[in-house]
Each structure stands twice: as C-alpha cells, then as structure tokens.
C-alpha cells in the first residue's frame, strides 16, 4: 500500500522493522482495554505472522508529525452469504495523547479504501461494550452494531 499524506498524518503499511512498534502498540491497548494479563505475543510470534511464509495479518501504521500515533491489525475473512473476502479489523488503536487528530478515522478509511481494491463485500470488528467513546466513534461514521450476533470463542486449550 502506499503511503498517504494528509497535513502532518501519514498511514502506511507495516514493515519488518515495525514489529516491535506493533507489539508496543498491542500492550498499550490490552492496558487500556483492561486486558494486558492475556497478552502472550512476542516480537518472534508476529514477524512469524506478518512477514513469514503464510502471511496472516497485515497491519497499516499511522504517524502524526513523525511519531508513531496508532495502527490498525487486520485479516481476511470470507462471507458465504455474498460470495466475497471481506476484512477484519482485529485492532484500531490510536495513543490516547494524539487521540482528537483525525487519526483513527484515517486509519478507518485507509482499510476501508484497502477493502474496495481487494473487492471485499464487508469490513467488520468488535468493540467492547463498556468502550462508549469507540462505539459513539464508529455509529458516527455509519457502522452498525450486529447486536442479533454472539461471538463464541474456543481456546487452544480447549481444541
């Protein structure tokens, strides 16, 4: 992807040299999120899943006058229903002293543009429900909560 330049905000894809970048930025949100105890990635775990033989996520970073300000960690996934990949947002994360810049919006924005160029049907992520100021961001730009839905989750320890 190439990189795009509003003002002083620039969005660009992930490189190698980022992963510890990306895994600061996963402990920053696990810690707002309220959930660092579960954090078990390592740098060698994501360069294994960003840049190995089987890519499985890709992640687009977002700086703000030359500082790291935020990321947005997805991947693939597949509608039957429509016949279509579409893409999952595992993570948008934006550092809460930046937050109010536009940031999130244009990371938004830049997978959205991302999914027309692939062809996806769909862009879809969860949110946690207590996340008030997230929810009120994306029903502000047009996302609508799959309330009818549940997610279930099987754990390795479980399979």
Avoid at 67 to 89: C, D, K, M, V
């Amino acid at each position: 992807m190439e990189n795009k330049e509003s003002g002083k905000l620039t969005i660009r894809s992930a490189v190698e040299s980022d992963i510890p970048l990306i895994l600061l930025f996963i402990n920053e949100l696990a810690e707002y999120e309220k959930l660092l105890h579960q954090v078990k990635v390592t740098e060698e775990l994501l360069r294994e899943s960003l840049f190995g033989a089987k890519r499985f996520v890709e992640v687009l970073i977002a700086e703000y006058n030359g500082e790291p300000a935020g990321q947005a960690l997805f991947f693939h996934n597949f509608s039957t229903f429509i016949g279509r990949p579409g893409i999952y947002l595992e993570d948008l994360y934006v550092r809460p002293h930046l937050r109010g810049n536009g940031i999130g919006k244009a990371l938004l924005q830049s997978l959205i543009n991302l999914a027309k160029e692939r062809n996806c049907g769909r862009a879809e992520w969860a949110v946690l429900d207590w996340n008030k100021p997230s929810i009120n961001f994306y029903k502000s730009i047009g996302a609508n909560p799959m309330n009818e839905w549940i997610i279930f989750r099987l754990t390795e320890d479980k399979f």
